[in-house]
T-cell receptor, first 107, second 116 residues
Framework: GIQVEQSPPDLILQEGANSTLRCNFS?????LQWFHQNPWGQLINLFY???GTKQNGRLSATTVATERYSLLYISSSQTTDSGVYFC?????????FGSGTRLLVRP | GAVVSQHPSWVICKSGTSVKIECRSL??????MFWYRQFPKQSLMLMAT?????????EQGVEKDKFLINHASLTLSTLTVTSAHPEDSSFYIC????????????FGPGTRLTVL
């Protein structure tokens, strides 16, 4: 099956800093989503991005499908950005989740 | 739009009892719903895919007799954990895909199950 690797596993930032999270996958996909899991466990959809580039406020994402990776950019980080960021990919209706990046933004 | 709810949000039960978790798509129809399980500080693992009006498809290693799934309508899927034991304690999350749409999944808030 498809393998999904996320890096870094842990990240500590000072408020206001920028960061890049990476997601590598092992096979062709037709679905790629980025999520933020808040402290209560809710998964918040950030991007549906099987290819191309999207931006939403301070967040943006780029997926290069031919090279099998996706990047999530967080600019001007805030303490509320803390939590776990998951990348999930799929070649059918199913999603395979990476192990996540645990982000802590300090005030 | 694309809101998914789960009920209950948390449940505590005694070993040997059964627990039912509901997953509803509130503002869209979902021909396909998914059930995931997440242990503390781990990622989400897909348990089963639920299609409206047909039997669920379970992932390898998931006991279909332990985790009963019913998808009786386009907006409701249920997961019943039968004869629950402490090792079934976990965070259960459902998701739904909009009928006739692309592959994006929308997730419910999760149900935390504790079996004593």
């Amino acid at each position: 099956g498809i393998q999904v690797e996320q890096s870094p596993p842990d990240l500590i930032l000072q408020e206001g800093a920028n960061s890049t999270l990476r997601c590598n996958f092992s096979d062709s996909v037709n679905n790629l989503q980025w999520f933020h899991q808040n402290p209560w466990g809710q998964l918040i959809n950030l991007f549906y991005i099987p290819s191309g580039t999207k931006q939403n406020g301070r967040l943006s994402a780029t997926t290069v499908a031919t090279e099998r990776y996706s990047l999530l950019y967080i600019s001007s980080s805030q303490t509320t950005d803390s939590g776990v960021y998951f990348c999930a990919v799929g070649s059918s209706y199913k999603l395979i989740f990476g192990s996540g990046t645990r982000l802590l933004v300090r005030p | 739009g694309a809101v998914v709810s789960q009920h209950p949000s948390w449940v505590i039960c005694k070993s040997g009892t059964s627990v039912k978790i509901e997953c509803r798509s509130l503002d869209f129809q979902a021909t396909t719903m998914f059930w995931y399980r997440q242990f503390p500080k781990q990622s989400l693992m897909l348990m089963a895919t639920s299609n409206e009006g047909s039997k669920a498809t379970y992932e390898q290693g998931v006991e279909k007799d332990k985790f009963l799934i019913n998808h009786a309508s386009l907006t409701l899927s249920t997961l019943t954990v039968t004869s629950a034991h402490p090792e079934d304690s976990s965070f259960y999350i459902c998701s739904a895909r909009i009928a006739g749409s692309y592959n994006e999944q929308f997730f419910g808030p999760g149900t935390r199950l504790t079996v004593l």
